[in-house]
C-alpha cells in the first residue's frame, strides 16, 4: 500500500513547502482552548455548523488510522503526524503502529489546485466511490482540498464493496472488511437505530504551501484532524464559532490549537453508537461538549 501512496508523492506535482509551518514542536499532551461552560443550544448550533453525514448517519473510521505527511521537511512532517495521532489517541480513535498503511494522507502543495487535477487524472484510485457532488467540492479551486471515502456497512463492520480501495485492500491486514452484496445480511432491527454504519476508510487533505505560511505545525495537525477524524467541515462564514476550522477562512484570526468544543466534537463523534440516527448522534456529539465543558470550567 505504501508504495502508492509515494508514487503519487513523487509524480512531479508535488514540492517541499520551504519556510511554511512555524517551527514548534508540539508535545503529546493535548491542552485546548476556550475552557468556559458551552451551553447544550451552543454546542448543538456547532454541531449543525461544522457536521456531515453519510446517508444519515456521522461517519468515523472504525480501522486504526494512520496518517501520512508528505511534501513537507521529513521533521516537520513527523511532528505534525505526531500531533494527529495524539488528537486521534485523546478522542478514542483507533490507532495503527509504526509500520501501518497509510489511510490518512496530507499533502502540502506549491499548487493544491493544479495537483488535485493530476491527481484525479493519475491515481483515480484515490476518488473511487465518491458521489459526483463530492468530487466536485474536492475539485473546488482554494487553498485546502479535503475528501473522504466512507463505506456503508452492515451490524458485523461488513461492508458489500472496497470504496476506496488505497485506503487498505480488502483482506489484507489493516485493510476495511468487505465481502459481496450477499453478506450484507441484517440480522436485526431496531427503532432506535439503523441496521447500518457509515465507516470512513480513507481521507484526503491538499494544502496550497501559500496557505499555510503564518500557520503554526500545531495548528496545520488539529485541522486536519478535524478534517479527517470526524469529517468536519468549516462553518459557514460569518458564523460564530471558535474552532480551529476557521484556520485557512479569509480574515478570520484562528485560535492557536484546537479548542474545547473542536476537542470535545472529535470525542462525542467515537462516543456515539455507530449504528445510531444522525439525529441522535448529533444529540450525543452536543451532550458530549456541553459536558466537557462543564467539567473543565469547573462548573458542576
Request: aromatic content about 4%.
Amino acid at each position: 500500500m505504501r508504495s502508492g501512496w509515494f508514487g503519487l508523492a513523487v509524480a512531479g506535482s508535488v514540492f517541499l513547502a520551504s519556510g511554511g509551518a512555524a517551527q514548534e514542536t508540539p508535545g503529546d499532551d493535548i491542552t485546548v482552548t476556550g475552557q468556559r461552560e458551552v451551553p447544550r443550544a451552543e454546542a448543538s448550533r456547532f454541531v449543525r455548523d461544522v457536521a456531515t453525514t453519510v446517508d444519515g448517519q456521522f461517519a468515523r473510521f472504525h480501522e486504526p488510522v494512520c496518517p501520512m505527511v508528505i511534501g513537507i521537511p521529513e521533521n516537520y512532517a513527523e511532528v505534525v503526524t505526531a500531533r494527529v495521532r495524539a488528537v486521534a489517541r485523546d478522542a478514542g480513535v483507533p490507532l495503527g503502529g509504526s509500520n501501518c498503511a497509510p489511510n490518512i494522507l496530507v499533502i502540502v502543495a506549491n499548487d493544491a489546485d493544479q495537483l488535485v487535477k493530476s491527481m484525479r487524472k493519475d491515481a483515480p484510485g484515490l476518488f473511487r466511490g465518491l458521489e459526483l457532488d463530492d468530487i466536485r467540492k474536492a475539485m473546488r479551486e482554494g487553498p485546502v482540498h479535503v475528501w473522504s471515502t466512507v463505506e456503508t456497512r452492515n451490524e458485523d463492520r461488513v461492508g458489500a464493496s472496497a470504496k476506496g480501495s488505497d485506503g487498505g485492500t480488502p483482506g489484507a491486514p489493516g485493510g476495511p472488511p468487505t465481502a459481496g452484496a450477499s453478506s450484507m445480511l441484517v440480522r436485526k432491527a431496531s427503532i432506535l437505530e439503523l441496521s447500518t454504519m457509515q465507516a470512513a476508510v480513507q481521507s484526503v487533505v491538499v494544502i496550497d504551501d501559500d496557505a499555510v505560511l503564518g500557520k503554526t505545525l500545531t495548528q496545520v495537525a488539529d485541522y486536519v484532524a478535524m478534517r479527517t477524524l470526524a469529517g468536519a467541515r468549516p462553518p459557514k462564514v460569518g458564523a460564530k464559532s471558535d474552532t480551529i476550522l476557521t484556520l485557512f477562512e479569509p480574515g478570520v484570526t484562528a485560535p492557536p490549537g484546537l479548542t474545547l468544543i473542536d476537542a470535545s466534537y472529535l470525542k462525542g463523534v467515537y462516543d456515539t453508537r455507530p449504528q445510531g440516527k444522525g439525529v441522535s448522534q448529533a444529540s450525543t456529539i452536543a451532550r458530549t461538549i456541553t459536558e466537557d465543558s462543564r467539567e473543565r470550567s469547573g462548573m458542576r
